[in-house]
């Protein structure tokens, strides 16, 4: 122990200095190359910014597609996922409760049409992505909303498809901030 | 639903490819053999032996190798203890954020100390960026701390007779520098490349398009990312970890991330096929290690993608499995491989909610935890497979009735306590604990009634899971859990500290016992330890007394879930 105590310290203090401030620094110098410089890409439309690309935000107005649910409510400084088990009854409920609102919001639709992903909450409550079902699934809803042909807007679903990482690995999805910022800039 | 299989597939395809060379650089560098990178990186140790006080050559026994690490993790105790109460009017606090109190402060300590990373307090709220710092600090020099026990094994394994085994604080600062360093950095601009920010500017605010005001956390984040996934450790920068945007924007950095949690564990293997020069011996150990892994892979995976079935009577369609706690861009297939190679290492971050996974799938994180060595962590994780090795020698020499000798040494009644003592540790700490909490909260369910975020068996899973995370260092957790009470705190708390070190000090002994003793020439009595049969036999070791000691307990928990949704 004795032997050892002052080169524990010693050693501790220059791990100290050089983790927390030279590898830090090597990282922080390098971002400021990158794209938002390290402080995040942000989203703008109508001259102002309107969000940040990579987070989900609320959209509960039938004018925009919605997001998916949130455990957090979409607030961007305490991220996290309901962690509610499989078979908990209040959670089932929950998601009885979403499919019903989903259904009147949404005439026209029949329940096995609405994907998972709608009705559940996801892991960060930040998902900034919806299942391409599920951006078809909510065509209907909007296009009356907004008055602009069906047709139109299933062909604004289909060039928001993202496709899979070099188009094979990992899922399609539909980023719910650029579609409906893109939606706003249609005409009717 | 192809595309996602293939995803998966091309991960574990990859990290095996990456693992072979960096095993062998991983072994050169504990050899003290020329890498390609000693141009740079041989001033950089240079500067930490001269600061530090070291002299490298200066060879240890395996009690010294000991007393040097516990000495260097009592230092580092006190430091974290240090800054973490006090870290809200220290410096680089821009959101306020308050200092810990002393048990979560106690807790937080010791799970970053012990590489453990399991948080009571959630990243955005609960540290200011000087504590993330000093966390992300930890989580390099804790990382480092069991890959020095490791190789001090390692060169245990490969010596004829020998007292000495190189140098602790060599090993130490070596696998900083020179394996996790450079790892972490590729890792860290891979990560600001694509959008996780790095920054020490407070929160930011926005309106969003239909108009909502909402606040956005920021911070050095990328740099600490980086090496929790590398380093076992997974402590999160954000409260929902790897799930979040900032922190995993894309299936890309998914894969970088979910490779970066297995390779150097996979790695340790190889590096120590190459410094004791037996290469089928580590080919052994990672088929063991594997067939344990894909069985645990392909529960999970089938699970998730089939869906909840609660899920499935309500009559609503799954199209891509089960997406409760899940995010989009990952998908339940890629959510469940990390949750597999996440839980087998000690890692424990997480990209999707473990308490929301299917019941069996659930089941499939619990056993990795528990068994805690099909691949495990850094350096720890060998540790603990090099105990199975050696009670599996040992069964296995009773059998046929031969002296029992592992790698040219006898192994005799002292190896065999220690070995069982550290092997029946992990049962009893998880079961022990669990059957504490449960009894508390049967008898009082009012006055706990903040605990279970889930009624049922399902609560007793989060109970069980939380004690099995602490005990296998993991940190992961059912995060429905209210574990931020003095009860948990502590009692978490303690539990990673013995399971932390007790496994440490076990297989460094018995490496080091063994290393001191007569070294026996192979003949045709000897028990070949590097063929498929002993690797069976090495299996059934860790199902016997690894997996079935948790049988029952499981039984209460996943097993009975999934049989209540029939």
């Known amino acids: ?188 | 639903m192809t595309t996602e299989i293939a995803g998966i597939i091309f991960m574990y395809a990859f990290t095996l490819a990456l693992a072979i060379p960096i095993g062998r650089y991983i072994g050169k560098v504990y050899e003290g053999e020329k890498t390609w990178l000693d141009n740079i990186l041989h001033p950089l140790d240079k500067i930490f032996f001269k600061l530090g006080g070291i002299n490298p050559i200066n060879e240890m026994n395996w009690k010294q190798h000991l007393a040097a690490l516990l000495t260097i993790n009592l230092v580092w105790f006190i430091l974290s203890m240090l800054i973490l109460m006090n870290m809200g009017w220290l410096p680089l606090n821009p959101d306020d954020n308050p200092s810990m109190s002393a048990d979560l402060a106690f807790n937080t300590t010791v799970s970053f100390v012990s590489n453990t990373n399991l948080q009571h307090y959630s990243g955005e709220t609960g540290v200011s960026y000087l504590g993330q710092l000093t966390l992300m600090l930890f989580q390099f020099i804790s990382a480092a701390a069991g890959m020095a026990a490791c190789a001090t094994v390692f060169i245990a394994m490969k010596e004829r007779t020998t007292e000495n085994l190189g140098n602790f604080y060599n090993f130490f600062i070596k696998s900083c520098t020179r394996i996790l360093l450079p790892m972490a950095i590729v890792v860290a601009l891979m990560l600001v490349f694509n959008g996780t920010p790095m920054n020490f500017e407070g929160k930011a605010q926005y309106i969003s398009l239909q108009g909502d005001t909402v606040h956005v956390s920021r911070g050095p984040a990328a740099a600490m990312i980086a090496i929790k996934q590398l380093g076992t450790n997974g402590g999160g920068y954000y409260g929902s970890n790897a799930a979040h945007p900032l922190e995993n924007p894309n299936y890309f950095t998914n894969i970088v991330e979910n490779i970066s949690i297995i390779l150097i564990p996979i790695a340790m293997v190889f590096a120590l096929g190459y410094i004791i020069k037996r290469r089928r011996f580590a080919w052994m150990v990672v088929g063991v290690m594997t067939l344990g892994f894909l069985f645990l892979l392909f529960n999970a995976v089938y699970n998730e993608m089939h869906g909840n079935p609660m899920i499935s009577r309500i009559g609503i369609s799954q199209p891509l499995g089960s997406m409760e706690g899940k995010e989009v861009r990952f998908g339940p297939a890629a959510s469940a491989y990390w949750e597999v190679t996440t839980t087998v290492t000690s890692n424990g971050s997480v990209n999707a909610m473990h308490d929301s996974f299917t019941p069996l799938a659930g089941m499939s994180a619990l056993l990795g935890m528990m068994v805690n060595s099909f691949y495990g962590g850094v350096g720890v994780g060998y540790l603990n497979f090099y105990v199975f090795i050696i009670i599996a020698v040992f069964i296995s020499g009773l059998m046929v009735g031969r002296t029992p000798e592992f790698l040219g040494k006898k192994i005799e009644a002292k190896e065999m306590k220690i070995a069982s003592i550290i092997a029946l540790l992990h049962p009893l700490l998880i079961l022990s604990g669990t059957a504490l909490a449960s009894y508390l909260y049967a008898h009082n369910p009012d006055a706990y009634s903040g605990w279970l975020n889930n009624p049922g068996n399902h609560g007793f899973s989060e109970m069980l899971y939380e004690f099995t995370s602490s005990s296998a260092n993991n940190g992961s957790g059912f995060e429905g859990l209210g574990d931020n009470t003095p009860f948990w705190n502590i009692a978490c708390g303690t539990v990673m500290l013995v399971a932390r070190f007790l496994p440490i000090i076990g297989p460094v002994a018995i490496a080091g016992i063994l290393a001191h003793k007569k070294f026996i020439p192979e003949s045709a009595g000897t028990l070949k330890t590097d063929t498929g049969t002993f690797g069976i036999m090495v299996f059934a070791v860790i199902i016997i007394v690894a997996a079935l000691s948790f049988f029952p307990a499981l039984t209460l928990g996943p097993i009975a879930e999934h049989f209540g949704m029939k």
Not at chain 1, 1 to 13: D, F
Request: proline share 5%; with cysteine.
């Open chain 1, 1 to 188: 122990m004795k032997q050892n105590i002052l080169p524990a310290i010693r050693l501790t203090i220059v791990c100290m200095v050089f983790f927390m401030g030279g590898y830090t620094l090597i990282v922080w110098l390098t971002a400021q190359a990158a794209p938002g410089k390290g402080k995040g890409e942000t989203a703008t439309a109508h001259n102002r910014t309107v969000g940040w690309k990579l987070l989900g935000q609320k959209f509960t107005d039938d004018k925009y597609f919605s997001s998916r649910p949130s455990a957090v409510d979409y607030h961007a400084d305490g991220s996290g996922g309901s962690n509610k088990g499989p078979t908990n009854p209040g959670y089932l409920k929950t998601v009885e409760d979403r499919i019903d609102t989903f259904l009147v919001h949404n005439p026209g639709i029949q329940k096995k049409e609405i994907p998972s992903d709608l009705v559940t909450a996801s892991g960060s409550g930040l998902d900034p992505h919806i299942s391409v079902q599920g951006a078809y699934v909510q065509v209907k809803r909007v296009a009356v909303a907004r008055n602009i042909p069906e047709q139109n807007l299933k062909e604004l679903v289909t060039k928001h498809i993202d496709d899979p990482l070099f188009g094979l690995f990992g899922t399609e999805r539909v980023n719910v901030l650029k579609l409906n910022i893109n939606l706003d800039k249609m005409k009717k």
